[in-house]
């Protein structure tokens, strides 16, 4: 046999062998779950994590108000958004990437969403995020970007209704740069603003206004926000730097406007900003490359100038590097799994990016689709039905197909987490008992309880299990057991194309250009 003929033949063997090891992970995980229900559930929770006064249709009735005097320090009006987990901290970057999410998969997936009953749910959640960016964003070079802070907050295990810890705020502004959390801010406002553009115009130019001169802030005074708010480098640290958010800002801004001085930023900056050079293997609250070089993607059979493609080629196979490495399709750096199949990346918190990778391979699965593409890998073409099947294997896992049949999605099916890390889930609720709970009472009585949580935080998605796929359900073990309102937007958008007709994709891929 020739020599080419042999090479041929053992790159065909080595595909098919891999195609093969993807066949055979799936058919333990076959199996489906309500996934319109873990869509309701999902937006639950987000009701869950509310700060400020409550609206008269509030559905998680253990919840109350809290922090109703957030700000007034400062004499400034920072009453709403979200606390982003178990503690009653309010962190600007990681809440502001949970409203961006979000958007994201309503764009994307409004009519599965609709369709399920739950689009008025939906832009209830981002326009609860939304409203307390446009408070924190005071002047255009000024916007506030945490209250309280983790040390003092975590002296205490207190219901939010209660908090005595301190609701200091602080800010970034022109001599105190936060180009990262300026960027996602931006980023959050400008994605909005495409969902809220026919619904209430208004609006959505008032989030435009506000996104563009965030970006221009966060752009003109280049600086990590951790280095000008100290407080928040041991719980959101800027690791990956603002870079990526800007860049990432700028996409959403071009996307939300079709300003050409947008997407030549996005162009002109892809090297020097890392766009185009960095290959990474993880989408986060932190590190935004992945979703930059995914939208990029989406953005190359659009354009027609052959320099343009160039760069956006290059985006791509930053992106396709990405989408591979969770395929374990890269000859090197693919993301771990566990025994079970999980993807893993670190010990804290792990479920987040099994959340943003599925996100990502629903949303590029149905791309290819629509374009007639394949995924293209260092071990052979991928199609969309294939990146798509491995999503829903994730989410499947997240459900109860996993060796120890637990839904880490807290509420959905019969065996959920019961000891959540979260201290209004692990306290009698307000409603319940409006005496005051203090500090250490709250330790003393609630978090070193066995019992399970008297409040069960619906659609919750959890830290989840460790690299062997054990988990311990212990209110202590907040590695595991804490929840994160990031988590679980990632998979708003993916439990909706679940649930929905697989015969929308094309529609969606035109509705998410059209709309933008």
Request: charged fraction near 20%; glycine fraction near 10%; proline fraction near 3%.
């Given at each position: 046999?020739?020599?080419?003929?042999?090479?041929?033949?053992?790159?065909?063997?080595?595909?098919?062998?891999?195609?093969?090891?993807?066949?055979?992970?799936?058919?333990?995980?076959?199996?489906?779950?309500?996934?319109?229900?873990?869509?309701?559930?999902?937006?639950?929770?987000?009701?869950?994590?509310?700060?400020?006064?409550?609206?008269?249709?509030?559905?998680?009735?253990?919840?109350?108000?809290?922090?109703?005097?957030?700000?007034?320090?400062?004499?400034?009006?920072?009453?709403?958004?979200?606390?982003?987990?178990?503690?009653?901290?309010k962190f600007g970057l990681p809440m502001a990437f949970t409203v961006t999410?979000?958007?994201?998969?309503?764009?994307?997936?409004?009519?599965?969403?609709?369709?399920?009953?739950?689009?008025?749910?939906?832009?209830e959640a981002i326009k609860w995020g939304t409203d307390y960016f446009i408070?924190?964003?005071?002047?255009?070079?000024?916007?506030?970007?945490?209250?309280?802070?983790?040390?003092?907050?975590?002296?205490?295990?207190?219901?939010?209704?209660?908090?005595?810890?301190?609701?200091?705020?602080?800010?970034?502004?022109?001599?105190?740069?936060?180009?990262?959390?300026?960027?996602?801010?931006?980023?959050?406002?400008?994605?909005?603003?495409?969902?809220?553009?026919?619904?209430?115009?208004?609006?959505?130019?008032?989030?435009?206004?506000?996104?563009?001169?965030?970006?221009?802030?966060?752009?003109?005074?280049?600086?990590?926000?951790?280095?000008?708010?100290?407080?928040?480098?041991?719980?959101?640290?800027?690791?990956?730097?603002?870079?990526?958010?800007?860049?990432?800002?700028?996409?959403?801004?071009?996307?939300?406007?079709?300003?050409?001085?947008?997407?030549?930023?996005?162009?002109?900056?892809?090297?020097?900003?890392?766009?185009?050079?960095?290959?990474?293997?993880?989408?986060?609250?932190?590190?935004?490359?992945?979703?930059?070089?995914?939208?990029?993607?989406?953005?190359?059979?659009?354009?027609?100038?052959?320099?343009?493609?160039?760069?956006?080629?290059?985006?791509?196979?930053?992106?396709?590097?990405?989408?591979?490495?969770?395929?374990?399709?890269?000859?090197?750096?693919?993301?771990?799994?566990?025994?079970?199949?999980?993807?893993?990346?670190?010990?804290?918190?792990?479920?987040?990016?099994?959340?943003?990778?599925?996100?990502?391979?629903?949303?590029?699965?149905?791309?290819?689709?629509?374009?007639?593409?394949?995924?293209?890998?260092?071990?052979?073409?991928?199609?969309?039905?294939?990146?798509?099947?491995?999503?829903?294997?994730?989410?499947?896992?997240?459900?109860?197909?996993?060796?120890?049949?637990?839904?880490?999605?807290?509420?959905?099916?019969?065996?959920?987490?019961?000891?959540?890390?979260?201290?209004?889930?692990?306290?009698?609720?307000?409603?319940?008992?409006?005496?005051?709970?203090?500090?250490?009472?709250?330790?003393?009585?609630?978090?070193?309880?066995?019992?399970?949580?008297?409040?069960?935080?619906?659609?919750?998605?959890?830290?989840?299990?460790?690299?062997?796929?054990?988990?311990?359900?212990?209110?202590?073990?907040?590695?595991?057991?804490?929840?994160?309102?990031?988590?679980?937007?990632?998979?708003?958008?993916?439990?909706?194309?679940?649930?929905?007709?697989?015969?929308?994709?094309?529609?969606?891929?035109?509705?998410?250009?059209?709309?933008?």
């Open positions: 046999m020739k020599k080419g003929k042999v090479e041929k033949k053992i790159r065909c063997l080595t595909l098919c062998f891999a195609f093969l090891s993807i066949i055979t992970f799936f058919l333990p995980f076959c199996e489906s779950f309500n996934y319109g229900h873990a869509l309701s559930q999902s937006l639950l929770y987000l009701e869950s994590q509310r700060s400020g006064r409550l609206p008269y249709n509030q559905r998680v009735t253990w919840r109350h108000h809290s922090a109703l005097t957030d700000g007034l320090e400062q004499g400034v009006d920072l009453v709403g958004g979200y606390y982003d987990a178990g503690d009653n901290v999410l979000l958007s994201w998969g309503v764009i994307q997936y409004g009519e599965q969403i609709a369709g399920a009953g739950e689009y008025a749910h939906a832009l408070k924190a964003h005071t002047q255009p070079n000024v916007l506030w970007v945490e209250v309280g802070d983790g040390d003092t907050d975590h002296y205490c295990w207190q219901r939010p209704e209660d908090m005595t810890t301190s609701r200091r705020a602080y800010k970034i502004d022109a001599d105190h740069p936060g180009s990262d959390v300026a960027g996602e801010t931006a980023a959050a406002l400008a994605a909005a603003s495409i969902l809220f553009r026919r619904t209430n115009p208004h609006y959505s130019e008032l989030l435009l206004h506000h996104a563009e001169q965030l970006f221009e802030f966060g752009d003109r005074f280049k600086g990590k926000y951790d280095e000008s708010v100290g407080v928040a480098k041991g719980y959101y640290g800027s690791v990956s730097g603002y870079m990526d958010e800007l860049l990432w800002a700028a996409i959403w801004l071009y996307r939300a406007t079709q300003k050409e001085e947008y997407f030549k930023y996005f162009l002109d900056k892809a090297y020097d900003f890392g766009g185009t050079t960095w290959a990474i293997t993880e989408f986060s609250w932190d590190v935004k490359y992945a979703g930059v070089q995914t939208i990029a993607s989406m953005l190359l059979m659009e354009e027609k100038q052959e320099k343009r493609q160039v760069i956006l080629k290059q985006y791509r196979s930053k992106a396709e590097h990405y989408l591979c490495g969770c395929l374990n399709l890269n000859n090197v750096s693919n993301v771990h799994r566990t025994p079970g199949g999980l993807l893993y990346v670190r010990q804290w918190n792990n479920m987040q990016y099994v959340a943003t990778a599925s996100f990502l391979l629903t949303v590029y699965s149905d791309h290819l689709l629509a374009t007639d593409q394949k995924l293209h890998c260092e071990k052979g073409d991928v199609g969309p039905h294939e990146l798509f099947a491995f999503a829903k294997s994730q989410v499947d896992y997240i459900l109860g197909s996993n060796p120890m049949g637990m839904s880490y999605l807290v509420g959905f099916g019969s065996n959920f987490p019961q000891r959540v890390h979260h201290r209004g889930a692990s306290i009698e609720s307000y409603r319940g008992n409006k005496g005051f709970i203090g500090c250490t009472q709250g330790y003393d009585n609630w978090y070193g309880r066995s019992e399970p949580n008297p409040n069960v935080l619906v659609g919750a998605l959890v830290g989840g299990p460790d690299i062997k796929d054990r988990f311990k359900d212990d209110r202590r073990n907040y590695i595991q057991t804490e929840a994160c309102t990031y988590n679980t937007a990632a998979l708003v958008g993916v439990f909706a194309r679940l649930n929905g007709s697989h015969n929308h994709v094309y529609k969606n891929e035109k509705s998410f250009i059209a709309s933008s």
